[in-house]
């Protein structure tokens, strides 16, 4: 519903933005998990505070990612270009280091270790 008020109310670029590069919300919903986990790790528990930085980096990069065409004119389609290319290339980068974490620390084979609650 959200997409189709915006075809109706804008031009063709946010068509080619919203609709192609769809890409976004999955990033920025990482961008918050990567912060929860990071607490995880750090402290071993997480409280619901530890959402808030993740939170506050998801939705900044959402309102750069909305705004930079209204700032910045055509010259902003290409900032939007460029800030989902660093996008996606960052949250490359960051699987491939847990996947890493994973075989070093035996995951991949099947050595999880049992959790008791």
């Known amino acids: 519903m959200e ?10 670029s946010v068509l080619v933005m919203r609709s192609l590069l769809c890409w976004g ?9 990567l912060w929860l986990a990071v607490a995880k790790v750090k402290r071993g528990r997480v409280v619901i505070w530890d959402v808030v ?6 939705i900044t ?13 055509e010259i902003g389609f290409i900032v939007v270009l460029a800030q ?18 994973d075989v070093l620390l035996g995951y991949d084979a099947g050595m999880a270790p049992v959790e008791n609650y």
């Open 53 to 58: 930085p993740g939170l506050l980096v998801a």
């Open 61 to 73: 990069l959402h309102f750069l990612w909305n705004g930079w065409t209204g700032f910045l004119g």
């Open 3 to 12: 997409n189709f008020s915006y075809y109706l109310n804008f031009d063709s």
């Open 84 to 101: 989902g290319v660093h996008q996606i290339w960052y949250s490359r980068r960051i699987i491939k280091e847990a996947l890493w974490d």
């Open 25 to 33: 919300h999955g990033v920025w919903v990482a961008t918050t998990g």
